[in-house]
Structure formats: C-alpha cells, structure tokens
C-alpha cells in the first residue's frame, strides 16, 4: 500500500518560509515522477511543481518561480519543497503526489494522471 504523508505547513507571515516534507513508503521514488500542488478554498487544484525521476529536471508554476524549489531525496524516499517569500496568495492545502514512470516524461505530466496522493497540509500566509 502506497502512502504520501506530506508536513511542515504552517501559519506565517507574508515574506517568511516554510519547508513542507512528503515522505512515501510502499513505493520507491527513484522510480516516481513526483509534483507539488495546492488547492485554496473555492479553487481548483493546481500544479506547484513537478520533478524528475532523479531530480535533475524541474518545473514551477509561474506563480511561484523564483520563490518555491522542489527537490528530492531518493534514499530518503522523500520530496521537498522550499517555499521563502510567501504571499498571502500561497494560502492554500498543500499535496504531494506520484505516480511510476512508464517513460513519457515527469515534467509534462498532466494533474489527473498521478496517481497517489497524500492528505495534504496546510500553509497559512498571513499579510
């Protein structure tokens, strides 16, 4: 049984940083395309980032360039992301997901098509 269990969100003030965790058992994640996403209240769900198998390769949501990074440690089966300059537009739930590369690339990956989810965690950005 595959899990994603995502931390570190938070309440913060607009300017500060939180670094939200996602660690997976049940899969192992050099074998995974993994991304980043957040849904605020009233909104759909929405890309943040999506990473390469071996974390060489990364994409951002215009939203965020600059500012977030997503990163990833494959012995430690778990996927990061480093958010500084938070606004309060980044008030969102925030999701890990997954899903096994089959060979189409992990950056191109429409949302639909991970698989796994985690439960989510909450980030606050307070102006």
């Known amino acids: 049984q595959v899990q994603l269990v995502e931390s570190g969100g938070g309440s913060v003030q607009a300017g500060g940083s939180l670094r939200l965790s996602c660690v997976a058992s049940g899969l192992t994640i050099s074998n995974a395309c993994m991304g980043w996403f957040r849904q605020a209240p009233g909104k759909e769900r929405e890309g943040v980032g999506r990473?390469?198998?071996?974390?060489?390769?990364?994409t951002y949501a215009d939203s965020v360039k600059g500012r977030f990074t997503i990163s990833r440690d494959n012995a430690k089966n778990t996927l990061y992301l480093q958010m500084n300059s938070l606004k309060p537009e980044d008030t969102a739930m925030y999701y890990c997901a997954a899903v096994v590369y089959r060979g189409r690339g992990c950056l191109s990956l429409l949302i639909n098509e991970y698989i796994y989810w985690g439960q989510g965690t909450q980030v606050t950005v307070s102006a």
């Open positions: 990473i390469s198998t071996t974390g060489g390769f990364t």
